[in-house]
Nanobody
Framework: QVQLVESGGGLVQPGGSLRLSCAAKGSILVIYDMGWYRQAPGNQRDLVASITIGGKTNYADSVQGRFTISRDNNRKTVYLQMDSLKPEDTAVYYC??????????????WGQGTQVTVSS
């Protein structure tokens, strides 16, 4: 069974930085696209950033130039470096990955979510 385990959320002041991590665990053969989404109260879950297996990245306009997504394929981990944080970045952040398991079943998996709060 595959799990995505997130860490790194917390409370930070405006202008500060946080780094989120998401490690994939289980019987994994290949991890294709990986990404981060966020959901604020009363809002839908939106894409923040994504990265392909080859390293091609995509960002929401609202975070372009402030957030950086990266991945370590050996560690089966995706990261989100968040700089110049704003109060409007406050949300629960979820990682997401499209995975092929060793039994050749594929699926899209979600992490449990980690709270990011930007406030003075």
């Amino acid at each position: 069974q595959v799990q995505l385990v997130e860490s790194g959320g917390g409370l930070v002041q405006p202008g500060g930085s946080l780094r989120l991590s998401c490690a994939a665990k289980g019987s994994i053969l290949v991890i294709y696209d990986m990404g981060w989404y966020r959901q604020a109260p009363g809002n839908q879950r939106d894409l923040v950033a994504s990265i392909t297996i080859g390293g091609k990245t995509n960002y929401a306009d609202s975070v372009q130039g402030r957030f950086t997504i990266s991945r370590d394929n050996n560690r089966k981990t995706v990261y989100l470096q968040m700089d110049s944080l704003k109060p409007e970045d406050t949300a629960v952040y979820y990682c997401n990955a499209r995975i092929l398991e060793t039994n050749y079943r594929s699926g899209t998996y979600w992490g449990q979510g980690t709270q990011v709060t930007v406030s003075s």
